[in-house]
Every structure is written in structure tokens, then in C-alpha cells.
């Protein structure tokens, strides 16, 4: 149930029934030689409208821009400033607290993001309204880090992953790519001065991953226990 495809007098009653609100939060940036700039958006947001379905809840649009720029010397990729980012979640909470959610469960799909979007859920918990908020990193879940592990064990790495990766393709199968060997088998994760010192680091965006391993029908799966693991949670939420 998309906030987007309602309208108004359908959010009122909704609003009577349920206070909850599903909001995926992404990024826009480089996925490695074979996978989609908008990967981590794309898996945020499919994860949270099967989610909702499951949990009869309210999905809010997508935040589909973060805080990516480590990516940036790679063509395509965005990025906001930690400061644009901190007042574009405010803004959000603001504008769905006013009509009476009082239970905003953010479903994140970018690491980058992790440090700001903790930070403003926080602020907003500590600050004595009826408000509570909180995200999950969708890779997270208790049954998605099992599948995660059975598919693809240390071949999922860290950026660019073929769980990620196979869910966009699950979601939108139009757009699979040929997968493409990558030649950055680096496991070993090293720290980056910059977007520039990033890309000399991991040549093809990937960051000790696989992701020529990923197929829309591992997709299916990992979406399955996803949307299982969200659902579950924020229903607990709820009660909380
Ligand atoms: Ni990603």
C-alpha cells in the first residue's frame, strides 16, 4: 500500500486502523561492473512494498538518494551532504508525524547512511513526543543473513554485493545484466582517503564481492525472507 497510490480520504481511514508507516531509504551509486546505480534504493523499496503487503502497512516514497560520496569518482553515482540528509529525514518525520503516525520504521538499503539516519532517529525518540522511530539495514534480518550466507558465504562481501544485486534483478528482470567476472578480487577490505583513493583501491566499484554469482531466482528468495524478517519486525514495532 503505497502512500503515493492513495488518496487522502484513504489515508485518513487507514490512520484509524494503523498508525505504522514503512519508509525505505536508499542510494544512488555505482554497484560494480554489472550492477544497477540505483541497487540499493531499488532493494530498499521492493523489500518495503512486499513488507507492507504482508503487514497490511502504509509504504512512504522512497528516499532514493544518500550519502555516497565514496562512490563518486564512479560515473552516475549521487550524493547528498550529511547535512541534507539529516534535514530531508527530518522534513519526512515532520510531514507524516502532523497527519498522526506515530510509528515510522525506516528500511535502509545503504551503509552510508547508517551514522545520519541513527543520529536523527535518536533525536526524534529522546524528545519526549508520542513519536517513536527506528531502521533496520534490510541484510540484517535474522532469516535474510542465513540465505545470505547459504548462497553466497564470503563471496557476498561488502559493496556490491550478489544478494543486492539479485534482488533488483528479481524486481525489475528487464534489466538483468550478463554477469561479468569482476577483476577486483580484493578481500581484503581496506579504509579509502577519498572517492578518488576508493576507486584506485576497488578499480570496479566491488568491495570483495561476487556479484557475477547473482540471479533473479536467488533474488525471489532473499526477498522472500526479507520481506518475512521486515513484516515480523514491524508488527512488533507497533506494539511497542
Ligand atoms: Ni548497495
Same mark, same amino acid.
Given at each position: ?20 508507516? !514503512? ?10 561492473? &554489472? ?11 521492493? !523489500? =518495503? ?8 502497512? *502504509? ?12 562512490? *563518486? ?34 528500511? &535502509?538499503? $545503504? ?7 541513527? =543520529? ?13 522511530? @527506528?531502521?533496520?539495514?534490510?541484510? *540484517?534480518?535474522?532469516?535474510? @543473513? ?11 562481501? *561488502? ?12 524486481? $525489475?528482470?528487464?534489466?538483468?545484466? =550478463?554477469?561479468?567476472?569482476?577483476? &577486483? ?10 572517492? /578518488?583513493?576508493?576507486? /584506485? ?15 533473479? /531466482? =536467488? ?22
Amino acid at each position: 500500500m503505497l502512500l503515493q497510490h492513495q488518496t487522502w480520504p484513504e489515508v485518513e481511514s487507514y490512520l484509524k486502523q494503523c498508525q505504522g508507516i !514503512i519508509v525505505p531509504i536508499g542510494s544512488t551509486e555505482q554497484h560494480g561492473l &554489472n550492477g544497477l546505480i540505483g541497487t540499493d534504493s531499488i532493494v530498499a523499496e521492493t !523489500i =518495503a512494498q512486499e513488507a507492507g503487503i504482508r503487514a497490511h502497512a *502504509m509504504v512512504a516514497p522512497t528516499i532514493s538518494v544518500g550519502m555516497a560520496e565514496h562512490h *563518486m569518482a564512479f560515473k552516475g553515482s549521487m550524493t547528498l551532504r550529511a547535512d541534507t540528509l539529516g534535514a530531508l529525514l527530518e522534513d519526512y518525520i515532520s510531514s507524516l508525524v502532523r497527519h498522526g503516525f506515530t510509528h515510522l520504521y525506516f528500511i &535502509n538499503g $545503504h551503509g552510508g547512511n547508517v551514522r545520519i539516519l541513527s =543520529a536523527v532517529l535518536k533525536a526524534k525518540n529522546n524528545d519526549m513526543t508520542a513519536t517513536t522511530c @527506528k531502521f533496520l539495514n534490510w541484510w *540484517m534480518g535474522r532469516r535474510t @543473513k542465513t540465505i545470505r550466507e547459504e548462497l553466497y558465504g564470503p563471496d557476498e562481501g *561488502m559493496h556490491a554485493t550478489p544478494s543486492e544485486i539479485s534482488i533488483t534483478w528479481h524486481a $525489475h528482470s528487464e534489466q538483468i545484466r =550478463a554477469p561479468v567476472q569482476n577483476y &577486483n578480487s580484493k578481500k581484503c577490505i581496506e579504509r579509502w582517503r577519498n572517492a /578518488e583513493h576508493y576507486r /584506485e583501491l576497488y578499480p570496479d566499484g566491488c568491495i570483495g564481492s561476487d556479484p557475477s554469482l547473482a540471479t533473479k /531466482e =536467488a533474488g525471489a528468495k532473499l526477498l522472500d525472507a526479507s520481506a518475512a524478517d521486515v513484516a515480523e519486525d514491524f508488527i512488533v514495532f507497533l506494539s511497542s
